[in-house]
C-alpha cells in the first residue's frame, strides 16, 4: 500500500531499486534489480533509522544513499548497504540547494 505521498524510485549502484515511502510506517522498500521484492528499510519514529516523513530520495556521494524527512528536517545517511550511517539536521530545508540533484521545496 503506497502512502498519499508519491513515492521516489532510486536505482542503488548495485542495481537495485529503493522506493519510499510506501507505507503509513514510512518505510523504504528495497527491489532487486529483476523487480522482486528484497527488504524494507527503516521505521516510523523520530530516532536514528527512523523516518516521520519522507519527502526524498537521492543516492549520494560513494553511492550512500540520502533520505530527506520533511517533518523532523534531517537527513539521513545510509551506507551503500542500506545501514543508517548518521543524520544531519537541516533546520533550513533551503540549505538543499536546486541544481544539487536533492532538490526540496
Known amino acids: 500500500v503506497v502512502t498519499t505521498a508519491?513515492?521516489?524510485?532510486?536505482?542503488?549502484a548495485r542495481g537495485e531499486y529503493l522506493?519510499?515511502?510506501?507505507?503509513?510506517?514510512?518505510?523504504?522498500?528495497?527491489?532487486?534489480?529483476?523487480g522482486r521484492f528484497v527488504r524494507t528499510i527503516?521505521?516510523?519514529?523520530?530516532?536514528?533509522?527512523?523516518?516521520?516523513?519522507?519527502?526524498?530520495?537521492?543516492?549520494?556521494?560513494?553511492?550512500?544513499?540520502?533520505?530527506?524527512?520533511?517533518a523532523t528536517r534531517r537527513l539521513s545517511i545510509l551506507s551503500p548497504s542500506l545501514q543508517f550511517v548518521r543524520s544531519v539536521s537541516l533546520a533550513d530545508h533551503r540549505q538543499l540547494k536546486q541544481g544539487s540533484g536533492f532538490f526540496v521545496g
Open 6 to 12: 508519491i513515492p521516489e524510485v532510486v536505482r542503488t
Open 19 to 34: 522506493v519510499g515511502p510506501v507505507n503509513r510506517d514510512q518505510q523504504l522498500a528495497l527491489y532487486s534489480p529483476s
Open 42 to 70: 527503516g521505521r516510523a519514529g523520530r530516532g536514528p533509522g527512523e523516518f516521520h516523513t519522507i519527502a526524498r530520495v537521492a543516492r549520494g556521494a560513494g553511492d550512500s544513499v540520502l533520505v530527506y524527512d520533511a
